[in-house]
């Protein structure tokens, strides 16, 4: 019996090292999340939400100041950098995301030190939102998260009233969402439709002559000295006594992102009370 142990020996011992070393490296990988850095401060607003704290290697200067991103306390845990892959290069990320495309020699740095460079169209509606969301939550190995985020918007766009309210957004300078604009498909969730002909502006005649009966006003750096801050339709607005003023995060529309989702639902509150 030990002589026919004894010849197995080997093939045990082997057996047993080819465990361990599966053993092992199933726990390396477990240890080494993928991790990301983000040249965007839309895509800074995707990582933060889908990717576990170990897996951020980076979000822009952007992201990090509270004047333009709602999760600039989050932001500030992790390293900043300028929205370039330079300013990134030491920190070794695995994956790289940005949006809106990025330069040939920007690519080709991508590849010279590993990492997978990922850029996201700039989103054109809902879907393209739900779409990136997932890109990004697959390239973390994140896909429940990314789902849990998306089957919220699917929920608010099923519950979306069957009625509707005239209105319109209003940001500095008399900037607004227009018909067909993902920032049009954002508000029509919360039951609100631009006034016919209303393009990316509304004049400050307008609001004095003809109102819109809501108006969803951003605050984004409303304190900060400006002429869009100071634009003379803000005047008329405070006089207009039938039309409703409903405030919002101006941040949260710069990139028009997932983290509509909870102020879009908001809205539809303040609208339909």
Request: glycine letters at 8%; charged letters at 20%; hydrophobic letters at 40%.
């Amino acid at each position: 019996m030990w002589s026919a142990f004894g010849r197995r020996a080997p093939h045990f011992m082997r057996a047993c090292v080819f465990a361990l070393a599966a053993s092992l490296c199933a726990s390396i990988s477990q240890a080494a999340p993928v991790r990301a850095a983000s040249l965007n401060l839309c895509t800074d607003e995707l990582v933060l939400l889908i990717a576990a704290p170990p897996q951020i290697a980076s979000v822009t200067h952007l992201a990090r100041n509270r004047h333009e991103s709602p999760l600039w306390r989050t932001a500030r845990r992790f390293p900043a950098n300028d929205g370039s892959i330079v300013s990134v290069a030491g920190m070794r990320p695995d994956v790289i995301v940005t949006m809106g495309g990025m330069a040939r020699d920007q690519e080709q740095l991508a590849g010279r030190i590993g990492a997978r460079l990922i850029s996201l169209d700039y989103p054109q509606s809902l879907d393209d939102i739900a779409a990136g969301t997932m890109e990004i939550a697959r390239a973390l190995d994140r896909e429940s998260r990314g789902r849990r985020i998306v089957r919220a918007l699917r929920r608010l766009q099923r519950s979306t009233p069957s009625e509707s309210r005239e209105g319109a957004f209003l940001s500095g300078g008399g900037l607004t969402h227009y018909e067909g604009s993902l920032g049009a498909a954002w508000l029509a969730l919360a039951g609100l439709v631009p006034p016919e002909g209303l393009g990316a502006q509304i004049s400050a005649e307008r609001i004095l002559t003809n109102p819109p009966p809501i108006i969803v006003r951003s605050n984004y750096r409303q304190d900060q000295a400006s002429r869009d801050n100071h634009w003379i339709g803000y005047r008329f607005l405070e006089r207009a006594s039938a039309t409703r003023t409903i405030r919002t995060d101006g941040r949260l529309w710069t990139c028009a992102g997932p983290l509509l989702i909870a102020e879009v639902a908001r809205l539809r509150r303040e609208i339909w009370r």
